[in-house]
Nanobody, 126 residues
Framework: QVQLVESGGGLVQAGGSLRLSCAIS????????IGWFRQAPGKEREGVSC????????YYTDSVKGRFTISRDNAENTVYLQMSSLKPEDTAVYYCAVAHSQCGHPELLLLRLWDWGQGTQVTVSS
């Protein structure tokens, strides 16, 4: 069974940056999509970004476009989420997930498609 371990979360001031990592084991990046999601207290889990290594396609939700960048290291089976210009509203638990799907908005809405990591907390102070 695939294992996903997130790291890199923490406390940062507004305007700062963080890079999240998702180490994926028992799995080979191929015709799958890796996604980043987040869940703030009292809110539903939302898709933030995804990447499909087989064709390099990526997707970003509107609220993070131009601020977040998703990338992957196939040799290390690791996916990254570089987050810049962070805002207090970015505060959430961030989850890495993998799905046998395309990478796009519809796929990020279907939470049942995904296998999940344990999450990492990101807190942005104002």
């Amino acid at each position: 069974q695939v294992q996903l371990v997130e790291s890199g979360g923490g406390l940062v001031q507004a305007g700062g940056s963080l890079r999240l990592s998702c180490a994926i084991s028992r799995f080979t990046l191929g015709y799958y999509t890796i996604g980043w999601f987040r869940q703030a207290p009292g809110k539903e889990r939302e898709g933030v970004s995804c990447i499909r290594p087989s064709d390099g396609s990526t997707y970003y939700t509107d609220s993070v476009k131009g601020r977040f960048t998703i990338s992957r290291d196939n040799a290390e089976n690791t996916v990254y989420l570089q987050m810049s210009s962070l805002k207090p509203e970015d505060t959430a638990v961030y989850y890495c997930a993998v799905a046998h799907s395309q990478c796009g908005h519809p796929e990020l809405l279907l939470l049942r498609l995904w296998d999940w990591g344990q999450g990492t907390q990101v807190t942005v102070s104002s």
